[in-house]
């Protein structure tokens, strides 16, 4: 398993192709194998040199009990880039991946050529959003914790959520499992070592990545939305406040379009991607 | 090598794999995550081990890509086998 140190933390990362570099950042309680799975690094890999890497507290990467706001992220990322000694590259970010995305184009501008984001909520946006406390995917969740016994709370708590899981019983577990089938079964493994963090409540800090902060970044930005998003109004405000951010929408999609819709995403990750890179440097 | 030898092989590998015991026969049908209990990371361990167990690199984010575009959910041992048995045979031909 290739490691890097980086931080004090032992950072585990899949690397694969030649060419510009596309570093592809996942979403919290997610791992790099997300990519893997999505068809996404076999894609980019026949044009581009891509890394995916575990963030700390997921997959193969070191768990710390703090340290998981978007800017100490951002900071693990640089670091990475240094380690690895990688060109500017595209970043490509799925949710939470998509705010660190964000922060490192804002705090390292020279390691990043341009940002896709896919389906991001932003902390500090949060008074544009009205819809994170009851986003869709948190109350699909509900509805399979609740068959298996486990109350979750109406507004979106991954708190919360880290320690119900790490508290089912393998009865529950089993149940739920059955009800979420195997593609979002597969991701419940590595919450429980979560409800020992901070990570839970260090999502939703702003952490200084302010809505005029946001503004300043001029690289571009590809939104990648989803179709039945529930952060619709993130969206709208990026695409009009941003200096340079283009939208698209990824059919029939909820949020989890990398799960959810593989190959529509990898086709316009790709044609973005080729758009970006025909695009004359600044 | 033979697909027998594989799934002999694989079957060994999977009763105890990442420290968790697997008590049930397994054969072709059996299913890395509806059945084994596979997270989603023990796809990239699995894959890595099989790459040492076999002493060369082996296409895995091909496999899994094929999966996403047939918008399979879950992979069969005897679907592995087959890659194993498809590309172990090739790169001895080569």
């Not at chain 1, 070592?193 to 590809?222: H, K, N, W």
């Not at chain 2, 027998?4 to 890395?32: C, K, M, P, V, W």
Request: charged content about 20%; hydrophobic content about 40%; aromatic content about 8%.
């Amino acid at each position: 398993m290739p490691h890097q140190q980086v931080n004090g933390l032992n950072v585990h990362y899949q690397q694969a192709g030649q060419g510009d570099d596309v570093v592809l950042l996942h979403a919290v309680t997610a791992n790099l194998s997300v990519w893997l799975f999505a068809g996404l690094m076999d894609a980019l890999s026949q044009e581009y040199r891509v890394t995916a890497y575990d963030l700390r507290g997921h997959g193969l990467t070191e768990t710390t009990p703090t340290g998981y706001t978007s800017v100490e992220l951002a900071h693990d990322f640089a670091a990475l880039h240094d380690a690895l000694e990688l060109q500017p590259a595209y970043l490509i970010g799925h949710s939470y991946g998509g705010v660190i995305a964000m922060h490192t184009a804002l705090l390292c501008p020279d390691k990043v050529r341009g940002v896709i984001l896919s389906d991001p909520y932003f902390p500090g946006l949060a008074s544009i959003e009205p819809n994170l406390p009851r986003a869709n995917v948190w109350i699909d969740l509900r509805e399979s914790f609740a068959i298996a016994g486990v109350e979750l709370p109406e507004n979106v708590d991954f708190r919360t959520l880290f320690r119900a899981v790490a508290d089912l019983t393998p009865q529950q577990m089993q149940a739920l499992r059955q009800h979420l089938g195997p593609a979002s079964a597969r991701w419940l493994a590595g919450l429980p070592r979560l409800a020992e963090t901070s990570c839970g409540e260090d999502l939703f800090q702003t952490a200084g990545l302010t809505a005029e902060r946001l503004a300043e970044i001029y690289q571009p930005v590809v939104a990648l939305y989803d179709e039945y998003s529930p952060f619709m109004a993130t969206c709208k405000y990026l695409q009009s406040h941003l200096k340079d951010c283009v939208v698209d929408l990824v059919p029939g999609a909820k949020h989890m379009a990398p799960v959810q819709n593989p190959s529509g995403f990898t086709a316009l990750v790709r044609h973005h991607l080729q758009r970006l890179r025909q695009r004359p440097s600044d | 090598m033979t697909s027998e030898a594989i799934l002999a092989d694989l079957a060994q590998l999977l009763q105890n794999f990442q420290g968790r015991e697997y008590s049930d026969t397994i054969d072709r049908h059996t299913r890395f995550f509806g059945d084994l209990g596979f997270a989603s990371i023990d796809a990239v361990v699995l894959g890595e081990a099989l790459e040492r167990r076999y002493g060369q690199k082996l296409p895995f984010p091909q496999l899994l890509a094929e999966l996403a575009q047939r918008g399979a959910e879950d992979l069969e041992v005897g679907e592995l086998v087959d890659f194993l048995a498809q590309h172990l045979a090739s790169s001895q031909e080569t």
